[in-house]
């Protein structure tokens, strides 16, 4: 059972109301029209703007003056409300929404605002990753008070009327949720008063947001299945909060246990094993060794020097001192959408753990695990040169796949002189690269072909860089599972398909342009990773495998299926080797989110073990 939080924006969650009069105030100036009283601006919010200033004007919508002031609106918005958004911030809106996820709310906003306008307030105000679902006035057909914005935030989250609330502070909110069915709060510190909404009926009228708060808490039913949502939150977070552990062991080992522990959550696994599972591998690793205890930072990193020390693994403990403090100074959103860019040419690195750390937090919505992810990605940065990359017309139409399946019988046709310059190549251990990778072994051949690279790698096809993104992440998806399926068990190809689920979250944290970036980075990379092995799956076998399962389709509710993954749950539990739950956790997101494609769940049965590590190590790490 889904429970549902709706919430208005202006003047529910931010005290918008002030800062949009001023607004109509500057668009009317910029038209030449005369000043409108600032109570009948009031009166307006939480109608779409063309209604608001066809109204204001006293014109029919299509008359070009309302398009005017829109457009002059929206400047204002840019220039006036986004400075300020933090200040406007209600009291105990963001504790009360963190306590409301904390309880396992589905956290959405229905709003009269364009969705990019909205979407950069709530970004401003630092309050977007609190939100699942944002639904705008130009979402829908029917914009607020009709109760298509309350139904499509219960559609795309499967949700039932009856297990969700609406809370606003105007009369279209509160008759948006009547017609959907669904509760609702009204809160009295908005545009409309009390007396007016009361007229609307709301299920419940509140002061305060502290109030409203425990309004949705003491009313919507619990889940059949939790005993207590804030107590076993409580205890995922406080393992991902944990700041006792160094981020690697044994040199350049991963501390992965993280990233089980996001796996099991999400697999619904009880809060107490998860902490049992947790405690055992810090204490006795699956490679037989216990993680290491956190390092007090010895370095100051700041803007002037972070570049400089990008894949220096030099003291991750100031490089999260570093993040740490930027994200307190811009936000979260800001951080990132500061910093990524830079770094996403490094996802390699670490065999791509720094990647999964950063992308898993985003994902399960912990603060200080995202920050440790940024500044694992710092620390371990292996560049994988995109620059390099140049877009061939050469390979027209091709999608993910087909790019796949020529390259594999390029290698299939070169395989002996590929083989033996890739062995040439890794032999080759005078290159500027940090010695603790040559101790690794299989991270030292990945730095080294990322560093030398290969002619085929940089040919880049369209769909790269013109491909909707989220159509080449479905794809690319698709991709690195058939590889994982060609050579089940083979632990680099899982990390391309954990890495990709990462991948897919920190792209969404970007600005939509810089998105293929992310892509390109992604097809780098994993061509790099796949060349440096110095073999490639045969095509033929990828194509018969593509053939059994490109349009094999599950039926979701199909009780036989439920009861398999119910068994894999179950085994991967039961795993020491803590990259099967993660297999199982992306494998069955992966498949929920195609609506059923076989390959998904076919491919989460397919366990690895956990490597032997090789005779490098018995040399002392390099640390």
């Not at 009295?188 to 007229?199: F, I, K, P, S």
């Not at 998860?274 to 390092?295: F, M, S």
Request: glycine fraction near 6%; charged fraction near 25%; aromatic fraction near 8%.
């Amino acid at each position: 059972m889904t429970r549902v939080a709706m919430f208005d924006l202006d003047g529910t969650l931010v005290d918008s109301p002030r800062a949009i009069v001023e607004a109509f105030g500057v668009a009317f100036a910029a038209m030449g029209a005369d000043p409108r009283d600032p109570a009948d601006i009031r009166a307006t919010i939480g109608l779409p703007l063309e209604q608001a200033f066809a109204k204001l004007l006293g014109v029919p919508q299509d008359d070009p003056r309302v398009a005017e002031g829109v457009a002059q609106y929206q400047e204002a918005f840019r220039t006036v409300i986004l400075p300020r958004a933090r200040s406007l911030v209600f009291p105990g809106v963001a504790e009360g929404l963190d306590e409301l996820r904390r309880r396992g709310f589905e956290l959405t906003v229905a709003t009269s605002k364009f969705h990019a306008s909205a979407d950069a307030l709530l970004t401003a105000a630092g309050l977007r990753d609190h939100f699942t679902v944002l639904i705008g006035a130009d979402d829908v057909t029917f914009p607020k008070p009709h109760p298509e914005p309350g139904l499509l935030i219960l559609e795309r989250l499967d949700a039932r009327p009856e297990h969700a609330v609406m809370v606003g502070d105007t009369t279209h909110d509160l008759r948006m949720a009547e017609a959907a069915g669904i509760a609702s709060v009204a809160v009295t510190y908005g545009v409309h008063q009390r007396a007016e909404l009361e007229a609307a009926r709301p299920t419940y009228v509140a002061e305060t947001f502290p109030e409203v708060v425990a309004h949705i808490v003491g009313t919507l039913p619990r889940t059949t299945w939790v005993k207590d949502p804030l107590v076993e939150a409580a205890l995922v977070d406080e393992m991902l909060n944990d700041r006792t552990h160094h981020i690697e062991f044994n040199g350049h080992l991963t501390n992965h246990v993280k990233h089980a522990v996001v796996a099991l959550a999400g697999l619904g696994i009880a809060p107490e094993r998860i902490k049992a599972y947790h405690d055992n591998y810090v204490t006795l690793t699956p490679y037989g060794c216990p993680v290491e205890p956190a390092r007090a930072p010895q370095l100051t990193i700041d803007d002037d020097n972070w570049v400089q020390l990008l894949g220096k693994r030099q003291d991750f403990a100031a490089h999260c001192e570093f993040f740490d403090r930027r994200e307190r100074e811009l936000g979260m959103p800001e951080m990132l959408r500061r910093y990524l860019p830079r770094l996403l040419s490094g996802w390699v690195g670490a065999l791509q753990h720094a990647t999964i750390h950063l992308g898993w937090a985003l994902d399960a919505g912990n603060r200080w695990m995202a920050i440790e992810g940024i500044a694992y990605l710092a620390f371990a940065h292996v560049d994988c040169h995109p620059e390099r990359a140049v877009v061939s017309e050469a390979y027209g139409a091709e999608l993910p796949k087909d790019s796949l399946l020529r390259i594999a019988g390029y290698w299939e046709d070169n395989r002996q002189e590929l083989g033996a310059w890739v062995q040439n190549l890794v032999d080759d251990t005078t290159s500027d690269i940090h010695p603790e990778l040559l101790r690794s072994g299989l991270q030292h051949r990945i730095a080294r072909m990322l560093g030398e690279g290969h002619p085929k790698i940089y040919e880049t096809p369209a769909w790269v860089t013109d491909q909707d993104t989220d159509a080449s992440w479905d794809q690319l998806a698709y991709l690195v599972t058939l590889l994982y399926l060609a050579e089940p068990g083979d632990f680099l190809l899982l990390h391309l398909m954990t890495a990709l689920h990462a991948m897919r979250h920190i792209a969404d944290a970007l600005p939509e342009e810089q998105r293929p970036e992310a892509v390109k980075c992604y097809w780098t990379g994993i061509l790099g990773v796949l060349f440096s092995r110095g073999h490639f799956s045969l095509p033929g076998k990828l194509t018969a495998l593509d053939s059994l399962f490109d349009t094999a389709v599950d039926d979701v509710d199909d009780p036989r299926w439920n009861r398999e993954w119910e068994w894999l749950i179950a085994r991967a539990a039961e795993e020491e080797e803590e990259h099967n739950p993660k297999l199982v956790y992306v494998m069955r997101a992966m498949w929920r989110n195609t609506g059923g494609r076989s390959i998904y769940r076919v491919a989460a049965g397919q366990f690895t073990a956990t490597p032997e590590l090789p005779a490098t190590f018995e040399q002392p790490p390099v640390d």
